[in-house]
């Protein structure tokens, strides 16, 4: 970690540098030199799709403080992209930027979002994923060696492999073959990358709920000594105490000198306990999404506004919240747009936006203080009361010494 070069030679597009060590718990506090930006992290990356953040500008961003966004690869055109020279330019963002491998962040586009159509491989180059595309129904293949090209086009900092991802609730051969696939194709997309001095690729590690799959998928993805690694396959409706000892297994065995991300995780608690786990990034499109049904992200818990009891309540959102919205609205005033008008989502993403960057900054201020322990404890009870906290934050909290 001594180097003050721009980026460590071991990997030029990225130095990552650690700040603090929770002495408690695996929690710490790291800067990611990236050739956009520098990242304080532990950080939650806010998801814009189509080059664009729903309902906030990218000024707004940066005035809320976020380091690095998603961005999703494939809707825009390659061609477009060329010619914007990458999607800093195109969408007037000068920080750091995450891109998925494929048409959902992160690869979900096979467990959810896309009728998958096959999953192809075989001795020739041109195999992947086939499905429909959302846009228009028409057949679409999406190789690896494509996914990266696409990618080394858009310029992102952050590019993601294109993995072969299963439902976290999937069981057998099938759970297997992803993940031995996944490895294959990162193997694909390493010799792929015709820009790693600038852009820097990410492995996903994947493997479901079984400790011996992820850990033969961690073992061959250390061994390619990428600038860092993912948790893939999560998030996706397991139990929650399934979803924490994954965590803490794959933040135990991933380089400590490498970043580690979490990949759509974006619940306050969730965010909580996976720093303590050890994971340094998080993405979700859950602030935005949410604030489209009219629901506010506050230290206690959603704030429904969409209910009648804030039609006459004159206060903002959260009185301890600098934010644009609750500097200038009322609850009341809120009440009356969510769901109705587009100012409406406008403001409620502004506040959860600016909900998860305090949280973070919460998280990672307490880290250097020293104090991160009774930080999680104060968040826990605030959120959820005394003597309710879910016995799976219990559990996962009580691994790393933290007894709620």
């Not at 000594?225 to 803490?248: H, N």
């Not at 859950?286 to 604030?291: E, I, K, L, N, V």
Request: glycine letters at 8%; a negative charge.
């Amino acid at each position: 970690m001594g180097s003050h070069a721009p980026f460590s030679a071991r990997s030029p597009a990225l130095r990552l540098e650690i700040v603090a060590q929770c002495p408690t718990t695996k929690a710490r506090v790291t800067r990611m030199h990236l050739p956009h930006f520098v990242a304080d992290m532990p950080m939650f990356m806010p998801v814009g799709t189509q080059g664009t953040m729903k309902g906030l500008t990218t000024q707004q961003l940066e005035d809320l403080d976020c380091h690095v966004i998603l961005g999703n690869t494939y809707h825009l055109g390659q061609a477009l992209l060329d010619e914007a020279q990458g999607l800093h330019k195109f969408m007037n963002w000068n920080r750091g930027l995450l891109t998925a491998s494929s048409i959902d962040s992160g690869g979900f586009q096979m467990v959810s979002l896309l009728k998958l159509a096959e999953i192809t491989e075989a001795s020739w180059m041109a195999d992947g994923v086939e499905f429909e595309a959302p846009h228009d129904g028409s057949r679409m293949l999406l190789t690896p060696e494509k996914s990266i090209d696409l990618q080394n086009s858009i310029g992102a900092d952050i590019m993601m492999q294109l993995d072969d991802v299963v439902s976290s609730l999937t069981t057998g051969p099938r759970l297997e073959e992803a993940m031995y696939r996944s490895i294959r194709w990162l193997d694909r997309c390493i010799k792929a990358h015709k820009r790693p001095q600038e852009q820097n690729l990410f492995g996903i590690i994947q493997g479901g709920l079984e400790p011996a799959l992820r850990r033969i998928c961690i073992d061959e993805m250390v061994k390619r000594d990428l600038p860092g690694y993912a948790i893939g396959g999560l998030s996706g409706g397991e139990e929650k105490d399934q979803f924490w000892r994954i965590v803490t297994l794959c933040t135990d065995l991933l380089p400590k000198d490498k970043p580690r991300y979490c990949m759509g995780v974006g619940y306050a608690e969730d965010l909580v306990v996976c720093s303590a786990l050890g994971v340094d990034m998080f993405d979700c499109v859950f602030p935005t999404r949410t604030a489209r049904f009219g629901n506010a992200l506050t230290a206690s818990g959603p704030m429904v506004l969409r209910q009648t009891q804030y039609e006459h309540d004159y206060r903002p959102i959260e009185e301890d919240c600098d934010c644009l919205t609750c500097k200038g609205y009322t609850r009341a005033y809120l009440h009356t747009v969510v769901t109705k008008e587009t100012i409406g989502c406008h403001l409620v993403s502004i506040h959860n936006i600016s909900y998860q960057m305090r949280l973070m900054r919460g998280i990672r201020e307490s880290i250097i203080a020293g104090t991160f322990p009774e930080f999680v404890r104060t968040f826990m009870v605030k959120r959820f009361g005394e003597g309710n906290i879910p016995q799976w934050i219990v559990n996962a909290m009580q691994s790393v010494n933290i007894y709620l």
